[in-house]
Every structure is written in structure tokens, then in C-alpha cells.
């Protein structure tokens, strides 16, 4: 069992945990993640680690409540327990000998970009963060960018704060401008990676994307989370999560990430039920 | 005078249309009538060639004999002597490949039942109130196991019972490796993994679950600042392979390993369980191993009307133990051997809609010395599916292997190991399917075993 040490709302559906987990507080690297179970019977999600903190063997997780199990967790409180939680899985993302990158983030995405611009700031390196959220009350984690940022830019679609739009805009603009990026970074919505992909590949600027297909094991045994990259299966758990993004056929991805959906929509309301009968 | 009859006593089962539909286990196990019975068959002979073929050495006639004096606790203490897992080796061992085939008794008629016998003896015994367990005295040495499956866990039990203090690494959730993910209820229920877990916590055995090993705490650091002075891997073959054929990333294939993951360990097949899995009403299997048959046989529990073997050499040559073949075919599973899939298609949802195959013909034995499967050119057709599931073999997982120098292995994986399961590293043995590929539960508990033995040998003369 593991420890929900604290626990913090970012926004109206985004929370913030920190769990008490030593061994992976001591390893885990930027763009790495874990699978938890909230609870004995339940299903095992992957979650990004968000940050660690080693003295207090603590991992940072950031998630947003989008199905049943997520719905669980965000009922949990401070001092309860959480059944299991497993990692550092996956590959750290590649941030050696990097002198200047545009990290873009779109919604909760935002949450495992952080350390990422986070690790590149404390190595050195010119860090351009570009984030996109739908509107003013989403916004997540925003002090935290601007803190690790050399410039900071950001988007909502509604143009209820920052600038209006989309968060390919200013990339281009900064790509249009001369901003010599050795690489750009993103970490979002599988269509929003899609566009920045596009945006990026006429430029030839080298982009990897983060992706978070549906898992089981994490560990490299079930394929679940497999993906078309550069023509070749690849396994976001073992050979990921991050990919070059020319390569990431997204299309496919994101029929893939749709299969379960309406299992996901049904298990989500019955959990939604569920706890407003213990209200009641 | 022994029971002359040429045939096994039968194993009371479910009926086929009725377990079909169940995730109950199929065979019921014999009756103490039927045991006693089975066991006087047992010629009892002088140079017991049934010892020969069980990769663990039971010693068959003692504990049959012990079944006929009705002394059942004393044939299970006989069992127990050389296999951990009596209940679980009862169930899914080979035996027809194994003991049972060199049974003087098969020769003319069928051979003692000595897999049912194993059975109904270890059932018996884990029916009883659960005996007190003496803790062997501590020897004072650290041992880590990684990996809790058949291979983990009958080294780590051979290692507890001489005193090491043994902790098992497990990356899943639960301990019991393919035993729980992999092997499904009705051929072997989780209750009696469990019990064979215990038995171990018992002894004194620590089992830390969600430890992926390479990632969490490498090798090194285990050895290091850890203090084990031993390690060994039976990380299992974990890694499922596909045909690399087009559509294959379409939604509705999955790898065996999935499908049985999502099934069995996380228990999907439950209404109320929280994976989801898709309950497919016309399913494609593609391979012909004990896998295939678990895959299949899950898919028809779970509501689908037809289920197809899709395997491209002939029934002949089929991996799957006969048993699992019989079953599988009593419970209305089609086989379509000599067929090879070429493609999947899809609907017009985008998700699977058929797959492809082409009709193979048996040419001249290739290095395996079976007949290599030909494809018939033009012979291509479509089985309409919703769902494939791809159980074409395994290999190991790279990580250990990736994030230990020095740890030599096969080109396609395997850890290499010499006869005593010592690996290039010292005090690093390995056996198992991280050794050998994808191979059966015994011989996994068979190399467990061997490593124990080379693990206490080497901490002895350090």
C-alpha cells in the first residue's frame, strides 16, 4: 500500500498527489511514468511522473478525472492509501547536450512537460515553453513554467486568458522568426501532437511527442499500447513513451486510444453514482 | 495383485456445453475411490522409467505406492520432496510427454494416470487445515529471486527450507507470474496459486510485489548496497511477438498475452471488474500452442459464438498438450489447420473485420524436423471476425539483460546459463523461460530447482 502523502487541486478536474514511494522517488527521470491501482480489483492506469522528491521519497503524479478510476482516486484523501504503484517505467526523455528547446504543452499534458523544461533548465538549457489550455479556469502550473522558462507563452481557445488560439500559432511564429530550436518537445492531446508535428516536420525541427496509449502491464507484456512508428510496431512502455514525432503514425493512435471508450464513459458514471450514493 | 484395466480412470469434468459458458475449472479430480483405484494400476517397477521423465525427479512409484496403503499425507510429503508445486504440477505438467510416457503400462494400454494421481494427493493435503509450518533455522544469507513464477518461486522455496533469507521481486501486483496472468482459471484456479504462496510467506519467503527489476533497483544495487549475495532471474519470457502481416495494429487484435492479462489477472471476465474487455462474437486465434487453447477457450467463455484456430502446419504437429486439444475442441472451438493468415481486414468502423488467410501444404521437414508448412499460392480466403488474438510465442524481456553489464544471452534473448543455472555474472544464476524461451511450468521448475542447488553451493564455499 502506498501512501497519498498530499494532495492538491490544480484546477476543477486536474489534482495534484504526491505518493509515498522511495525506491521510485530515487530513480525516476523526467518523461518516465508509473501504473497505480487505486484499489484491490482495480484496472492499472498509467500516470507520468510529474516530479520527485527524494529526501521525502515522495512521487509527484498529475491527473485529470476523465474516467472511473481516476474518479477513485480523486476521492481519496491526504493519509489514505492507494493499493499499488509501480515504476519508474519507460525511457527517460532525451535531454542530453540539448542547448535550446521549445517545450509545448496542451491541457493536463502540461503536468508532465513540466519536468521536462524543469530537467532542461537546471542542465543549461534555453527553455521556450509554449502551453494551451480550453479556457481561464484549466489553466494548471503556470508560475511553475514561467519559473524554468527563458520565455513563456500562453494560449487559451477561448482567449479567456493569455493569447487566443492554438498553440501551433506562436510555435511557427517562433520557428518563422529564426528561433534555431535543437528540438521542440511535446507533451498534449494526441491531435494537438499531431498539429505540432506539422507544424515542426516543413521546418525540419526535430520533435518528440510523448504518447500515453491504453496499457495493462507497462512492463513490455501485453502490447496493448503498441503504435506504428516509422513503419514499425513499437511499444510505448518499453521503447517509449517518447518517439520521434515525424515517425508516429497518429491517426492510427488515436483509433487505438478511442477502442474502449464507451466501456470508459458507462465505468466512469457508475463510479459517479456510486459516490453520490455514499453523499446521500 | 495390480488393477489390470487398460484404461485410466476417467476425470470427472464438467460438461462441455455447460463449462463452455464457466470460468469454473473443468476437471473436477478424482474421487479417494478413484485415486486408490488409478494407483493400483502402478506396476511398481524395478527400474521405474517414469522417474526418468519428470524434469524434477519425483519419486512416482513411493508416493503412488503410498496411495494404494491409503497413506495419502505420506505421498504428498513424497511429492513434496522434489516438487514445490504438487497442486499446480497436477494440473498443467505435460505428464504425456513426461512421466506418463515412459509408464511400462502405456506401452499396450494407457498409462497410470500419474498427473490426476499427483493431483488428488496435493488437493487432499491443501484441503486440511493448514499445518503448523516449522521456519527453518537462519543460515544468515541473503538471497533475492526475481521473478515469481514457477522458476522464482520453487528456487525460492528450495532456498527458504535450507534457511536463506529469500525475497522474491515481483513486477505485477501479484505474485505467480504466468501461473496468474497467463494460465486461466478454469485450467488452474488462482485459489490454488495462492495457497503454494502462502506456503512460501510461510517459510519465511518475502515477496515484494511492483518491483520491476532494471528499472526500481538494478542487479547491481541488489548486490551492492543491498547485501543479497546471490541473484536469480527467472524474469520469464514475457514478450509477445505478432507476424509483423498488415492490419495488425488494428483495433481488435491483441497479443494472447493481453487477452489473457486483461482475462485472468485482472480478472475481466467478471461483470463487475473495472478492465474492460471486448467480448468478440467471432474470434480469430492464430497459433496452435497451450496458449492458443487458453486464448480460444477464454474467448468462448466470454460469449462468442465462433472461435477459430488458425494454425499453419497440420493437427499432427499441433504444440498443444492433446488434452488441452480435446478440451478445446469439446467445448466447439474450430480448428482451421494448415491455414496461415496473411492479413487482417477491417470494417467499416476501422476496427477488425476478417482476416485473411492462405491454405498451407506440408513440405519437407525443416530444422525443428517438422514438416515445413508450404503456402498454396492463390489459395488466399477471408474468416469473417471481430476479433484476432495473435498467440504465436514469446521471448524474454530485454530490461534485466539491458540494465546489467556483463549478463551475457542469445542472440534472440535468452539469458545464457551453464548446468548449474550460473550465468556470465557472478552469483547471478538464471533459469526458467528467461533461460530457455517460452517452455512449460516444470521445466521452469525444474531450472529453479538446479539454481537453488548452485546458489547454496556457491554462498557455501564463498
Sequence with gaps: MYKIVTKKPLNPTVTQMEIEAPYIANKAKAGQFIILRVTEDGERIPLTVAGCDKEKGTVKIIFQVVGATTEILNHKNEGEYIQDFVGPLGVPTHIEGLKKVCVVGGGVGCAIALPVAQALHEQGTEVHSIVGFRNKDLVILEDDFRACSDKFTIMTDDGSYGDKGVVTAPLKEAIESGENYDMVITIGPLIMMKFVVATTKPFNVPTTVSMNPIMVDGTGMCGGCRLTVGGKTKFACVDGPDFNGFEVDFDEAMRRGAYYREFERKAHCDACNLFKKEVQ | ?462
Design chain 2, 1 to 462: 495383485m495390480p488393477n489390470m484395466s487398460p484404461k485410466k480412470n476417467e476425470m470427472p469434468s464438467q460438461a462441455p456445453d455447460v463449462r463452455n459458458k464457466n470460468f469454473l475449472e473443468v476437471a473436477l479430480g478424482y474421487t479417494q475411490e478413484a485415486a486408490v483405484d488409478e494407483a493400483q494400476r502402478c506396476l511398481n517397477c524395478k527400474h521405474r522409467p517414469c522417474v526418468k521423465g519428470c524434469p524434477v525427479n519425483i519419486q512416482i512409484p513411493d508416493f503412488i505406492h503410498q496411495i494404494v496403503e491409503g497413506d495419502f499425507e505420506k505421498a504428498y510429503d513424497i511429492i513434496s520432496e522434489s516438487s514445490s508445486l504438487p497442486a499446480v504440477c497436477g494440473r498443467v505438467c505435460p505428464q504425456e510427454n513426461q512421466c506418463e510416457k515412459f509408464c511400462v503400462r502405456g506401452i499396450k494400454t494407457e498409462p497410470v494416470g500419474i498427473g490426476r494421481l499427483e493431483r488428488f494427493v496435493a488437493d487432499l493435503h491443501n484441503a486440511q487445515e493448514n499445518a503448523e509450518v516449522s521456519k527453518p533455522a537462519p543460515n544468515g544469507h541473503k538471497v533475492a529471486v526475481i521473478g515469481s513464477g514457477p522458476a522464482g518461486l520453487t528456487c525460492a522455496g528450495d532456498l527458504a527450507k535450507k534457511g536463506y533469507d529469500v525475497t522474491v521481486f515481483e513486477a505485477l501486483h501479484l505474485a505467480g507470474g504466468v501461473l496468474v496472468y497467463g494460465i486461466p482459471e478454469f485450467r488452474l484456479p488462482k485459489s490454488i496459486v495462492q495457497k503454494e504462496v502462502d506456503g512460501l510467506k510461510a517459510l519465511g519467503v518475502k515477496v515484494e510485489t511492483n518491483m520491476v527489476i532494471g528499472r526500481v533497483i538494478t542487479i547491481d544495487e541488489l548486490m551492492g548496497e543491498m547485501g543479497f549475495e546471490a541473484v536469480f532471474i527467472g524474469s520469464g519470457a514475457g514478450l509477445p511477438r505478432f507476424m509483423n502481416i498488415p492490419g495488425e495494429n488494428l483495433n481488435g487484435v491483441f497479443s494472447a498475452n493481453e487477452f489473457l492479462t486483461r482475462t485472468n489477472l485482472m480478472k475481466a471476465y467478471k461483470e463487475n471488474s473495472s478492465t474492460p474487455i471486448v467480448k468478440a462474437k467471432k474470434v480469430a486465434v492464430v497459433g496452435g500452442g497451450n496458449v492458443a487453447m487458453d486464448a480460444a477457450r477464454c474467448a468462448k467463455r466470454l460469449g462468442a459464438d465462433e472461435v477459430y484456430i488458425v494454425y499453419r502446419r497440420s493437427e499432427e504437429e499441433l504444440p498443444a498438450r492433446r488434452e488441452e486439444v480435446e478440451h478445446a475442441k469439446e467445448e466447439g472451438i474450430i480448428f482451421r489447420v494448415l491455414n496461415n493468415p496473411v492479413e487482417i481486414l477491417p470494417n467499416e468502423d476501422g476496427n477488425v473485420g476478417g482476416i485473411k488467410c492462405i491454405k498451407m501444404e506440408l513440405g519437407e521437414p525443416d530444422e525443428s524436423g517438422r514438416r515445413r508448412p508450404v503456402p498454396v499460392e492463390g489459395s488466399e480466403f477471408v474468416i469473417d471476425v471481430d476479433a484476432v488474438i495473435m498467440a504465436i510465442g514469446t521471448s524474454p524481456n530485454p530490461l534485466i539483460k539491458a540494465t546489467t553489464d556483463g549478463l551475457n544471452t542469445q542472440g534472440w534473448g535468452g539469458i545464457i546459463a551453464d548446468e548449474n543455472g550460473l550465468t556470465s555474472r557472478e552469483g547471478v544464476f538464471a533459469g526458467g523461460d528467461a533461460v530457455t524461451g517460452a517452455a512449460t511450468v516444470i521445466l521452469a521448475m525444474g531450472a529453479g530447482k538446479t539454481a537453488a542447488a548452485g546458489i547454496d553451493e556457491y554462498i557455501q564455499n564463498k
